[in-house]
């Protein structure tokens, strides 16, 4: 038996943040069409391989596309609605109640970013040929920085190399956790283009097509016991002797990690805001179950029971830190600029990732046996957020970079 739930969110965006009517209404559109067309979905989601859902998400996109919310994140002169970080932060907040939500709306992970460096970095050829049919959603895209052999958690420890050969890059490595790699059409790809210069400007971001000899996608990475397909899904690459042209290099040589980090402040905001939404999935499931399940021949409900009050009151209440903490993030990078946010985006990467996974449990447990089954979204969220903790910086860097720079004020004093 599959479980539905209706939702039932009270907005607060009005209280917390001036919030234009303009992004009120985006936003109730968006709570609406979720509600209405993408949890329908789940069911199918959480049981067919996901490439059978292609053809009915497609259609999907096309009514967004004629609502006028298309890529709500990316440039109006890319054809996207131009949204400032606070606006699709609420935004991503909406969508990220359903897994579907993002991809359905062209936001996603990782073409959102790639979207960014390409808008920024690429030249006007690879616009065309890259950055234009990405955002009309005609191709899909990877970031493969991640080796299996190094610590992602410290990059600047990248094995693979980009050799000039000609006019040629030869690229050799072995990355793992390149999100969405089955199906995209192209990696940008992080390698070392010179390995003795200083440890910040060793290496590139060069575009290598999927289709390039030497590009091998070796697998999808069973996780959580899923391997997924196509958007859903994280692949191992291994470029062997891979030649793409040196026009393909994205940006100036040596600045990847330069790049990178110009894409992660932002990214970060987009990944937090994706979480509360889901957080205020799982807070709202936890509700309706604690108030319908009897658990007393006299008639009573979970809700009546001061454990699951608490985690109610709890999980309400650091949701709402969470989310101001969030907001006032990514209001800090509009006006401030992401470097002058690093505090801020720091803390905000562990501390939603961390209150998400506790809302998610708390969710789950009240749901018992059913919690642990895919009748509802749970257990889904409960499997593959977990790694929330461990991409895009996991928690512990996060805390001592934040530490750390907490710390030198006191020495400077
Ligand atoms: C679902 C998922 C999707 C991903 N998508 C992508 C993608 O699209 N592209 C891509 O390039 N990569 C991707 N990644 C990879 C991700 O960025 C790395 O897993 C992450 O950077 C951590 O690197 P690592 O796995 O090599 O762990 P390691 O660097 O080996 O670290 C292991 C653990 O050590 C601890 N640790 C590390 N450093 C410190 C420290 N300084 N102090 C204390 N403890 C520390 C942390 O607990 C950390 O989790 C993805 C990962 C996951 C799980």
């Avoid at 053809?55 to 999907?60: D, H, M, N, S, Y």
């Avoid at 808008?119 to 009309?136: F, S």
């Avoid at 330069?258 to 990214?267: E, H, N, S, T």
């Avoid at 690093?342 to 990467?349: A, C, L, T, Y």
Wanted: charged content about 25%.
């Amino acid at each position: 038996m599959i479980f539905y739930e209706t939702i039932n969110i009270k907005e607060e965006i009005t209280v917390d943040f001036k919030i234009s009517g303009r992004i009120e209404t985006i936003v109730g559109m968006i709570n609406e069409f979720v509600d209405k067309e993408l949890i329908p979905l789940e069911a199918q989601f959480l049981t067919k391989d996901f490439r059978e859902l292609l053809p009915i998400l497609k259609e999907k996109q096309k009514i967004v596309k004629k609502m006028e919310l298309w890529a709500p994140n990316f440039p109006v002169e890319c054809g996207g609605m131009g949204l400032s970080l606070l606006e699709h932060g609420l935004v991503s907040e909406a969508l990220g109640r359903s897994p579907l939500g993002h991809y359905v709306f062209w936001c996603q992970a990782p073409d959102a970013g790639n979207v960014e460096i390409l808008h920024e970095h690429g030249t006007k050829e690879q616009k065309e040929m890259y950055l234009n049919p990405l955002v009309k959603g005609d191709i899909r895209s990877c970031f493969a920085m991640t080796e299996v052999d190094m610590p992602g958690s410290n990059p600047v420890m990248l094995e693979t190399t980009a050799v000039k050969d000609g006019d040629d890059y030869v690229i050799n490595g072995h990355k793992w956790y390149t999100t969405a790699a089955d199906g995209a059409d192209f990696a940008i790809t992080m390698a070392v283009t010179d390995p003795d210069g200083p440890t910040y400007g060793k290496a590139s971001m060069i575009i290598v097509p999927a289709d390039t000899k030497g590009f091998n996608l070796v697998r999808n990475i069973p996780v959580m016991g899923h391997e997924g397909s196509d958007y859903f899904s994280h692949g191992e690459i291994i470029f062997e002797s891979c030649r793409v042209p040196q026009k393909n290099l994205l940006g100036k040589e040596g600045k990847g990690f330069v790049i990178a980090q110009d894409r992660l402040g932002p990214g970060r905001i987009h990944h937090c805001m994706r979480w509360l939404g889901i957080c205020r999935r799982a807070f709202e499931l936890m509700c309706r179950r604690a108030s319908e399940r009897v658990i007393s021949p006299s008639g009573q409900t979970l809700g009546t029971r001061q454990t699951i009050q608490n985690w109610i009151a709890e999980s309400a209440a650091e949701l709402k830190a969470a989310r101001l903490l969030t907001l006032n993030s990514a209001w800090q990078i509009d006006n401030n600029g992401a470097s002058k946010a690093r505090d801020s985006i720091s803390m905000i990467k562990f501390v939603v990732a961390n209150t998400m996974q506790k809302i998610v449990d708390r969710a789950l447990q009240v749901h018992g046996g059913l919690g642990m089954t895919d009748d509802t979204i749970l257990a889904y969220f409960f499997r593959h957020e977990r790694a929330a903790r461990i991409y895009d910086g996991a928690d512990e860097v996060h805390k001592t970079s934040l530490a750390k720079r907490i710390l030198k004020t006191y020495k400077e004093l």
